[in-house]
């Protein structure tokens, strides 16, 4: 038989992967935000 510590000890780790799932779920299927990564350069004639 498993001592009572233990057997708390286990509960809480379960809970603590349980909670907050669906939000970390959510996070990591969202990535980075898209955005330009090369942005061309506004011309140095134009603003003359």
Known sequence: ??????K???IR???ATTN???N???RRLAGTPAFPVHIEAPKA???E
Do not use: H
Not at 1 to 6: N, P, W
């Open 45 to 47: 004639t134009a603003a």
């Open 24 to 26: 970390k779920r959510v």
């Open 20 to 22: 907050g799932k669906v």
């Open 13 to 15: 780790r379960r809970k």
């Open 8 to 10: 708390t000890e286990r």
């Open 1 to 6: 038989m498993v001592s009572l510590t233990q």
